[in-house]
């Protein structure tokens, strides 16, 4: 059983910044693709960001030069930088991890509005 819990979210002010986390634990082998995404209300899941075992990073063009994803492969720990927010960067961000298969974290709601 894998387990995948985000942290960081919250209210901010837009222009602020927030970090997120995301620790996965159980039995992990080894995980090749982390990713973030997030669904705002009434529109789909989307991608954001996602990070290969090897550093590869790919970003959302609406993220990019804002947001930073990163990852610690010895705590199994991803993390998005998120600055510069926008009232559009409203969302529930999900984290995942594919290994043998594909796990999902519960997710957290972030909030940019003055």
């Known amino acids: 059983q894998v387990q995948l819990v985000e942290s960081g979210g919250g209210l901010v002010q837009p222009g602020g910044s927030l970090r997120l986390s995301c620790a996965a634990s159980?039995?992990?082998?080894?995980?090749?693709?982390m990713g973030w995404y997030r669904q705002a209300p009434g529109k789909e899941r989307e991608l954001v960001a996602t990070?290969?075992?090897?550093?590869?990073?790919n970003y959302a063009d609406s993220v990019k030069g804002r947001f930073t994803i990163s990852r610690d492969n010895a705590k199994n720990t991803m993390y998005l930088q998120m600055n510069s927010l926008k009232p559009e960067d409203t969302a529930v961000y999900y984290c995942?991890?594919?290994?043998?298969?594909?796990?999902w974290g519960q997710g957290t709601q972030v909030t940019v509005s003055s």
């Open positions: 990070i290969t075992s090897g550093g590869n990073t």
């Open positions: 159980g039995r992990i082998f080894r995980i090749n693709t």
């Open positions: 995942n991890i594919k290994t043998i298969s594909l796990y």
